[in-house]
T-cell receptor, first 113, second 112 residues
Framework: DAGITQSPRHKVTETGTPVTLRCHQT?????MYWYRQDPGHGLRLIHY???????DKGEVSDGYSVSRSKTEDFLLTLESATSSQTSVYFC????????????FGQGTRLTVV | KQEVTQIPAALSVPEGENLVLNCSFT??????LQWFRQDPGKGLTSLLL?????REQTSGRLNASLDKSSGRSTLYIAASQPGDSATYLC???????????FGQGTTLQVKP
């Protein structure tokens, strides 16, 4: 497995509380991504990063923010969690460019009650 | 906007059968096409990556093809085994940022 660690693996939180998910990589890949997976929607990109402090929005970025202060860490923050953000969140990494694969972490199951 | 479709959503076959999983995409200007396997409650495991300039890639019993002109990719699994039971996802790469657009997957069950 690629060296990607997501934490926590499971979390239950209340509506309106802030939540931060962490992705840590040991591969020194330039690009890091956050996706969410939902029944009926598949995987959708939330935000991605192309370097330290360099981030951009994905398809479903509303309600989420990200930060990357070190190459190895990419944080996803839900400023005020809502029930619609109940999902499985996956972190991925890649070197970027045409010939490089994306590798995924094991996921974080987040439930907002 | 790129859209990726996988049909069928579910497939059940007897052990030993050769099978083909289909993936179609609307924008032929893809950067690459990647196939993944996902077991229940687990992350995604990369199976094969096909660059836009390639027609196919092979790994063991798996062969993936890419036809950009028709907007299609197929994943061929030879001599299927119960251990192949999983959800298979295809994803189209858009540009050198590595962003992926996913299909919704085909859930495969291989019966002993």
């Amino acid at each position: 497995d690629a060296g990607i660690t997501q934490s926590p693996r499971h979390k239950v939180t209340e509506t309106g509380t802030p939540v931060t998910l962490r992705c840590h990589q040991t591969e020194n890949h330039r690009y890091m991504y956050w996706y969410r997976q939902d029944p009926g929607h598949g995987l959708r990109l939330i935000h991605y990063s192309y370097g330290v402090k360099d981030t951009d929005k994905g398809e479903v970025s509303d309600g989420y923010s990200v930060s990357r202060s070190k190459t190895e860490d990419f944080l996803l923050t839900l400023e005020s969690a809502t029930s619609s953000q109940t999902s499985v969140y996956f972190c991925a990494i890649s070197l970027g460019g045409q010939g490089t694969e994306a590798f995924f972490g094991q996921g974080t199951r987040l439930t907002v009650v | 906007k790129q859209e990726v479709t996988q049909i069928p959503a579910a497939l059940s076959v007897p052990e030993g059968e050769n099978l083909v999983l289909n993936c179609s995409f609307t924008d032929s200007a893809i950067y690459n096409l990647q196939w993944f396997r996902q077991d229940p409650g687990k992350g995604l495991t990369s199976l094969l990556l096909i660059q836009s300039s390639q027609r196919e890639q092979t790994s063991g019993r798996l062969n993936a093809s890419l036809d950009k002109s028709s907007g299609r990719s197929t994943l061929y699994i030879a001599a299927s085994q119960p251990g192949d039971s999983a959800t298979y996802l295809c994803a189209a790469g858009s540009g050198n940022t590595g962003k992926l657009i996913f299909g919704q997957g085909t859930t495969l069950q291989v019966k002993p």
